[in-house]
């Protein structure tokens, strides 16, 4: 369900503006992550969306919207139907086999992957993505899935593919060889390369060196902050304390990169610092 946020800050603050639905789309699974695409958005005509989810591995979904002048004072936008879908189709086994990837055999709680993801036993679910930060690459995003691995497409308009039903498509760039991570699927991540270069807590310089630093959550009790150099995921920093064996957790940085804030399923919220783990 997509809903329109309204344009008024007062009526939003004073709590009298409601989100207004604009749109439903129908995936062939659960859906597990979203995300717009932070420039095909940009325009109020169109909706690029990024799903990732069960059964279907990657989807573009896009919404044309029009502007109807009849609706309400200055008009209202409004979605048109249908809607385009594109499936992001790709070998992962080939991929994951250029970095040295296997199915991994065994999960940190004790259960097979491959029962997981039964139903698709080509692909494997995806469980997140999330856009790059990188203002060169803002058709880069990365997504990971259940067999523990972290991958990179590019997703953008093709006037080629444009046949009246959406022309944006994607295809997988590289697979991230991670053996500090072999087998350990990351079921949300975020993409704080900026939060890092706003808090200065690196350079420009080292930037350019790397795709994008990420933080990871799994299910193995650990929080990680790493970086993504251009085929390699190298872990620089591990969180512990926090229990997450049964459910998946998610934290954030804070805006100046000097903290990582985590909850955990013992009732607690951990605070580390950023650049000791402490």
Not at 138 to 150: K, L, M, Q, R, V
Not at 168 to 174: A, H, Q
Request: with cysteine.
């Amino acid at each position: 369900q997509i809903y329109e946020v309204p344009d008024d800050p007062v009526a939003l603050v004073a709590g009298n503006a409601f989100l207004r639905p604009q749109a439903r789309l129908h995936l062939p699974g659960h859906v597990y992550s979203v995300r717009p695409h932070p420039t095909l958005s940009s325009d109020p005509r169109r909706v690029v969306l990024l799903c990732a989810g069960h059964s279907f591995g990657l989807m573009i979904c896009e919404v044309d919207r029009f502007m109807d002048a009849a609706e309400a004072p200055g008009g209202r936008w409004k979605a048109r139907t249908p809607h385009a879908q594109h499936l992001i189709q790709y070998d992962h086994q080939a991929a994951h086999a250029s970095v040295g990837l296997q199915r991994p055999p065994w999960s940190s709680g004790g259960r097979q992957f491959a029962a997981m993801s039964a139903s698709t036993p080509s692909q494997p679910d995806m469980l997140c993505v999330r856009f790059s930060q990188q203002a060169t690459a803002p058709e880069n995003c990365y997504a990971t899935d259940t067999e523990g691995h972290f991958m990179l497409f590019q997703v953008r308009y093709d006037p080629v593919a444009d046949s009246g039903r959406g022309g944006v498509r994607g295809n997988i760039v590289r697979a991230y060889s991670a053996p500090a991570l072999a087998g350990v699927p990351i079921y949300s991540f975020e993409v704080v390369t900026q939060k890092m270069l706003e808090g200065r807590r690196f350079s420009p310089l080292l930037l350019s060196t790397v795709d994008d630093i990420v933080l990871l959550f799994a299910r193995d009790h650990v929080v990680r902050l790493a970086s993504l150099q251009r085929g390699a995921l190298r872990v620089d920093l591990e969180l512990t304390g926090l229990e997450c064996g049964n459910y998946p957790v998610r934290g954030t940085m804070s805006p100046d990169g000097a903290y990582i804030a985590c909850g955990s399923e013992n009732g607690e919220l951990l605070v580390w610092g950023a650049s000791d783990g402490k």
